[in-house]
């Protein structure tokens, strides 16, 4: 018997609104996997200051203070859902301790919000989740609160068990997006739940304009994608999972946000990296309007962490070019 994908989740809060909502789903992940649960809460504080001088000292108690009870409710009330779980308060640059707690810890997964006690979601997007996604040891999960108008059928907060259903899984035949994929397919074993993958043909991207002279090469394009897409569609099926594939045209944030509405996805699974091969070109634009305005949360994929033994369900030879 293999090891589960997901032994140790590392949750990061800062005690807002938005940080309680990502409790629910790592309390739900480390329910389903039977997963340790590390609780971190990170004390703001620029390493050029000095932490001894007096009133740095007496700033850094203050919040002690205030940190310690809030931290030892979410540990008792992770202990009374049968969890095994332990809080932690370090001293830094929220991002930076974030990912260096994941790496200590063996993280398999880390969980937070986006939006932060300021209620300025873009001043956190910004900057520690932005940043976190970008130098994570491990994948990571971004959960926004639900809005009250446009909202996809989300369980309200501390009401009721959540799921994960609907899996949309976008791909752009990188090995970043595959590797994500072959994330979310065993995601999807875990929970039972369906898997769209997505494609988004973006004409910047594949050198074609559309008009009349292209129409040949676009009509080509689009048969060797959906082709792939079929492939990818019939080995998630050989593993039980319900799956379907989608080709979308336009800008690529703009198609998965629609996908995902459309199709009310509880979660969507990405990478980081995309054909281009810079990550900023992605986290900066693609990932970065996602995580913004995603109707779900949204699983980011940078380095996925296998079982050991794990047996690839997408082939090594999957990320062959669909164009030319």
Do not use: W
Request: aromatic share 4%; with cysteine.
């Amino acid at each position: 018997m293999t090891n589960p994908l997901v032994n140790r989740i590392l949750f990061a809060t800062d005690f807002s609104e938005c940080a309680a909502r990502a409790q629910e789903y790592a309390v739900f992940l480390a329910q389903a996997y039977q997963a340790k649960l590390d609780i971190l809460h990170v004390l703001e504080f620029h390493p050029g200051m000095d932490p001894d001088y007096d009133i740095n000292k007496m700033y850094l108690e203050q919040l002690r203070k205030q940190a310690v009870p809030q931290l030892d409710e979410l540990v008792n009330l992770a202990a009374l859902a049968a969890l095994s779980a332990q809080g932690r308060i370090t001293l830094g640059i929220p991002s930076q301790q974030i990912n260096e707690v994941a790496k200590e810890c063996g993280a398999d997964i880390a969980v937070l919000g986006t939006r932060g006690r300021t209620g300025l979601e873009h001043v956190l997007l910004g900057s520690t989740a932005e940043r976190v996604v970008r130098g994570a040891p491990c994948p990571v999960l971004t959960v926004r609160l639900p809005r009250a108008h446009g909202a996809l059928k989300e369980t309200p907060t501390g009401t009721g068990p959540m799921a994960v259903q609907r899996i949309l899984a976008p791909v752009d035949f990188s090995d970043c997006s595959l590797e994500a994929l072959e994330y979310a397919v065993q995601v999807g074993k875990q929970f039972k739940a369906a898997v769209t993958i997505l494609h988004v043909l973006e004409p910047v991207s594949y050198g074609l304009d559309f008009t009349l002279s292209h129409a040949r090469e676009d009509h080509q394009l689009q048969k060797r994608v959906q082709s792939r897409l079929s492939e990818f569609a019939r080995l998630l099926a050989s593993q039980g999972l319900t799956a379907q594939h989608e080709v979308r045209g336009g800008a690529p944030r703009d198609s998965i946000l629609d996908c995902a509405r459309e199709r009310e996805c509880d979660l969507i699974v990405m990478g980081t990296h995309g054909r281009r091969g810079l990550s900023h070109l992605v986290t900066g634009s693609v990932a970065e309007a996602v995580l913004r305005h995603a109707p779900c949360p949204v699983l980011t994929v940078r380095s996925p962490k296998f079982s050991p033994g794990h047996q690839r369900v997408l082939p090594e030879t999957a990320a062959r070019p669909v164009q030319g």
